[in-house]
Structures are given as C-alpha cells and as structure tokens.
Nanobody, 123 residues
Framework: QVQLVESGGGLVQAEGSLRLSCTAN????????MGWFRRAPGKEREIVAA????????NYADSVKGRFTISRDNVKNTVYLQMNSLKPEDTAVYYC????????????????WGQGTQVTVSS
C-alpha cells in the first residue's frame, strides 16, 4: 500500500519561510518523479513544482519561481518544498504526489497523492 505523508505546513507571516516534507512508503521512491500541488480556496488545483526521479531536473510554476525550491532525498524516500518569501496568495492546501514509475518530469499523470497540509500566509 502506497502512502505519501506530508508535514511542515502551518501559519506564517508574509515574507516568511516554510519547508514542507513528504515521505513515501510502499513504492520504489527513486524511480518516481514527484510533484507538489496546491489548492487555494475557490480555485482549481495547480502544480507548484516537479522533480525528476533522479532529482536532476526540476520545473516550477511561474508564480513560485525564484521563491520555492523542490528537492528530494532518495535514501530517505522524501521530497521537500522549501518556500521562501511567502505571500498571502500562497495560502492553500499543499499536496505531494508521485508520478508514474520511470516517467519523465514532463508527465502530467500522478498516481499517488498525500492527504495535504495547510499553509496559511498572513499579511
């Protein structure tokens, strides 16, 4: 049974930082591209960042480029999202997801999802 467990969300003031973590169990983590998504109140879910299985390639939504950094540790089966210079519009539930095994970073298919962690940025 595959499980993705996020942690690290919370309440932070604008311009502050948070680091989200997502630990995976039940899959061969090192062959899966991983992504971070978010859903803000009243909005569609959107992808924030993605990272290839090896960790070499990364992609970011334009809205977070230069502020967020995705990384992974394939020994610890964990993917991270470092969020700096947070803005109130970053407020959302953040989800990590595992793509298809051995897929490229450009794939839009994600097979497994975490339960989400709330990030709230106050102005």
């Amino acid at each position: 049974q595959v499980q993705l467990v996020e942690s690290g969300g919370g309440l932070v003031q604008a311009e502050g930082s948070l680091r989200l973590s997502c630990t995976a169990n039940g899959l061969t983590f090192s062959i899966y591209p991983m992504g971070w998504f978010r859903r803000a109140p009243g909005k569609e879910r959107e992808i924030v960042a993605a990272i290839s299985a090896s960790g070499i390639l990364t992609n970011y939504a334009d809205s977070v480029k230069g502020r967020f950094t995705i990384s992974r540790d394939n020994v610890k089966n964990t993917v991270y999202l470092q969020m700096n210079s947070l803005k109130p519009e970053d407020t959302a539930v953040y989800y990590c997801a595992a793509g298809q095994a051995r897929a490229g970073i450009s794939s839009t298919v994600y097979d497994y999802w975490g339960q989400g962690t709330q990030v709230t940025v106050s102005s």
